[in-house]
């Protein structure tokens, strides 16, 4: 009986966490819209990650930059490409950030406008003004959250206390 507690309360603690994370991802992605500057940039580039091989033993196998040009393995094999996007700030400032999502093809073109977000005390920590980019995270911790305090909420609720 302990230990039914234990668990569920455990996975209830996890998901108030988790809740707890995709709240403030929520408000930085809403500070984000609200307080950082929005200009148009163009996809100058990529830079392409490989996965390991798989080895036995080792399950964890991180992407490795390969290089930042173009490339016709584009949509084949454990390749990841992220776009290179150049913009100029209101300053006049030209900044190059490489996207935080990747993809295993080819999001955009090289030449494509895409909507860029900064701070205008640091450029270079712009992001694509995309759902993906603020919102997904969000949306996944929430999921995350729910299934969490569902099934916590679920093993502390079938308890039976009466045989305590």
């Given at each position: 009986m302990a230990l039914e507690i234990a668990i569920g309360?455990?996975?209830?603690?996890?998901?108030?966490?988790?809740?707890?994370?995709?709240?403030?991802?929520?408000?930085?992605?809403?500070?984000?819209?609200?307080?950082?500057?929005?200009?148009?940039?163009?996809?100058?580039?990529?830079?392409?990650?490989?996965?390991?091989?798989?080895?036995?033993?080792?399950?964890?196998?991180?992407?490795?930059?390969v290089n930042d040009s173009k490339s016709s393995r584009?949509?084949?094999?454990?390749?990841?490409?992220?776009?290179?996007?150049?913009?100029t700030t209101q300053s006049g400032k030209q900044v190059v950030i490489t996207s935080n999502k990747g993809s295993n093809r080819l999001l955009n073109r090289i030449g494509d406008r895409v909507t860029v977000l900064y701070d205008l005390n640091d450029p270079d920590k712009g992001v694509l003004s995309s759902f993906s980019n603020l919102y997904m995270p969000v949306f996944l911790f929430a999921f995350i959250a729910v299934t969490f305090l569902g099934l916590g909420g679920h093993i502390l609720?079938?308890?039976?206390?009466?045989?305590?």
């Open positions: 309360a455990l996975f209830s603690f996890a998901g108030l966490a988790c809740l707890f994370f995709s709240f403030c991802l929520l408000r930085s992605a809403f500070r984000k819209r609200k307080t950082w500057k929005t200009t148009t940039g163009i996809v100058v580039g990529y830079n392409e990650y490989v996965r390991e091989a798989y080895k036995p033993g080792n399950s964890f196998r991180p992407y490795i930059l584009a949509g084949h094999g454990d390749y990841n490409y992220r776009s290179q996007v150049q913009f609720c079938t308890l039976d206390f009466s045989k305590m």
